[in-house]
Each structure stands twice: as structure tokens, then as C-alpha cells.
């Protein structure tokens, strides 16, 4: 594509969540510290949420990726499972068999001992589910049940929670307060501001493998910043749609009139009441044209 065009090793704007390329926003930097400083105190309930697209899948394997060696992790990326399913997926992230016709008394019994003997190892338990907005309520009640195993001391098993907003507007259901009172830390994630969007691109490029002079301008990051609104995804899309352009036209840098085309193109993109009022014109243009042009057919052909 525009890899050699640029002289970058691999495209810098993906959508795949790479941990290679975390920035560190001060957001994500907060939200690292607030989840491991839970877990080294054992709580029970920890939970991250943010919009779509603001860096949680990201920030989760990033977590997977550094937590310390006493920390047994199991995994959870697609949550949208029945009490039965979830069970078992925690069961086989944990390296616990469960016979083909276990119930809910078995899981607990094999669990639990599971638990113990990782505990009696000096090691601790912690199960991170993302897109956890996509539990059913039954399923949360089995994931707070899970959590009751515990000793005089400490809970056995540690839950770490990423999820969209509407996770909170599950856990304030009243059947879900039970819950909901174990949160004992949670964080939100920000978007970015206009200079964090400059620095975010600038980074990304520089990992990718970029060294030559500055393609995307703080003027033109403005840009991006305000189809946006520091949605890094939707920064992403716009980046990689705007080099593209400037591929096509032999260009080195990107140019405002790129990035506008991209926003245009890209449906997420939020359009400023300047561009929109461009596009507005230009389809009034294009109509008048197209009706002057209906007009000398009917004259002169017909």
C-alpha cells in the first residue's frame, strides 16, 4: 500500500488492539495504575469503562501483558455467555475439568479448590472479562457467586471488568445491587484533547518506523481532533484514509483537503457546520448543473 511511499515498516493505524504501539495518555496511564494498585489489595470487583473506541480492549491486553508473576490470569474476551458457559470458560482458563454434566455444586467444588491450592502457592487469581456490557444479568449473578470463595483474609478470585457504558447502566438494575456494592474501585476512561490527538499520531507513526519530516500538521490534528472528538479509534480510520489520499496524489504530507475528504468519507467522523456548509454548496452546485445541462439536452437534442 503506502508503506514504501512513506518509508514506514508496517501500517501505523490499525484497529487491532497492539500493545507495541501504546501511547501511555495520561487516561490509560491512570486507569493501568487504578488496576493494579486493586489487585495488589485484593479486591474483589475492579471495573474500567468507556466509550467506543477509547482504548479499554487495548488497556485489558496491556494488563494481561504486566501483570506481576504471582498473578494467575484467565481471559475472557467474548462474555456473552449463559451461567453455563461462563462457568465453564472460567473452568478451562483455569485449567480446571469439569465433567460433561457438571452443575453449579461441582464448578464451585473444583473451582474452589482450584483457588485454594493457587493461593497456597503464594499466588493470587484474578479473571478479566472485556465487552463485560454483554454479560446477561444471569451470568453477572453467576460471576458474583464465583466471587464469594474466599478466605479470612482475602478473596480467592479477583474480577477485573472492561465495558461500555451501558455495563453501568446493568449493575444499577436493583436486581443487580448486590454487585454493584462489591465495585470497590472503578475508573472512566477520557478522550483525547487536540494536543494529545498531535502527540497520539506523531507516536504512532514513530513506531511504525517513520523518520522523516512531519505529515500530519498540529493545524491538520486539529482536524482530526474535532471529527473525532479524541475518539482514538475513529482517529485511527481518518489517519490511515488520509494517507492513503496522499499516496494516490504523490504527496509526502497530508493536506487539510485529504483529511476532509476522509472525515466525509468515514460515517463515525463527526462533520464541523464549516465542512458541512462546503458540502451543502457543493451538492447545490452540483444540482444547478445538473438541471442546466437537462436544460441545452431538451433545446438542442429533442
Not at 498473578?71 to 482458563?93: D, G, K, Q
Not at 444471569?138 to 451501558?166: H, W
Not at 475508573?187 to 490527538?197: K, P
Not at 457543493?282 to 444540482?287: H, I, P, T, V, Y
Request: hydrophobic share 40%; with cysteine; glycine share 4%.
Amino acid at each position: 500500500m503506502y508503506l514504501y511511499h512513506f518509508g514506514i515498516k508496517e501500517l501505523p493505524f490499525t484497529l487491532t488492539p497492539n500493545t507495541s504501539y501504546f501511547f501511555g495518555l495520561p487516561s490509560h496511564k491512570e486507569a493501568l495504575n487504578v488496576l493494579m494498585t486493586a489487585l495488589k489489595c485484593g479486591e474483589g470487583f475492579i471495573k474500567v469503562t468507556g466509550e467506543v473506541g477509547t482504548g479499554k480492549t487495548l488497556i485489558c491486553r496491556k494488563l494481561l501483558n504486566e501483570l506481576p508473576q504471582h498473578f494467575v490470569a484467565a481471559y475472557i474476551p467474548n462474555p456473552c455467555l449463559t451461567p453455563t458457559e461462563l462457568r465453564r470458560s472460567v473452568a478451562s482458563e483455569l485449567n480446571v475439568e469439569l465433567t460433561a454434566l457438571a452443575d453449579q455444586q461441582e464448578f464451585t467444588q473444583r473451582i474452589q479448590q482450584r483457588l485454594i491450592d493457587i493461593h497456597r502457592q503464594n499466588r493470587s487469581a484474578v479473571l478479566i472479562i472485556d465487552e463485560a456490557q454483554a454479560l446477561p444479568i444471569e451470568s453477572i449473578e453467576a460471576l458474583r457467586l464465583m466471587t464469594n470463595l474466599e478466605t479470612e483474609s482475602r478473596k480467592l478470585l479477583q474480577v477485573v471488568l472492561f465495558g461500555q457504558p451501558e455495563l453501568d447502566e446493568k449493575l444499577a438494575l436493583p436486581e443487580l445491587r448486590q454487585l454493584k456494592q462489591r465495585v470497590t474501585f472503578s475508573y472512566v476512561l477520557r478522550l483525547m484533547d487536540a494536543d494529545q490527538v498531535y502527540q497520539y499520531v506523531r507516536h504512532r507513526m514513530f513506531v511504525a518506523g517513520y523518520r522523516g519530516a512531519e505529515i500530519f500538521s498540529k493545524k491538520n490534528c486539529k482536524l482530526l481532533f474535532k471529527a473525532s472528538k479524541g475518539t482514538p479509534r475513529i482517529v485511527n480510520v481518518l489517519c490511515h484514509k488520509s494517507l492513503m489520499l496522499a499516496y494516490g496524489e504523490g504527496q509526502q504530507q497530508v493536506s487539510s483537503r485529504q483529511i476532509n475528504a476522509a472525515i466525509v468519507d468515514t460515517e463515525a467522523a463527526y462533520l464541523s457546520s464549516s465542512l458541512m456548509l462546503k458540502i451543502s454548496l457543493g451538492l447545490c452546485l452540483l444540482s444547478v448543473l445538473s438541471a442546466a445541462l437537462y436544460y441545452a439536452y431538451q433545446r438542442f437534442y429533442l
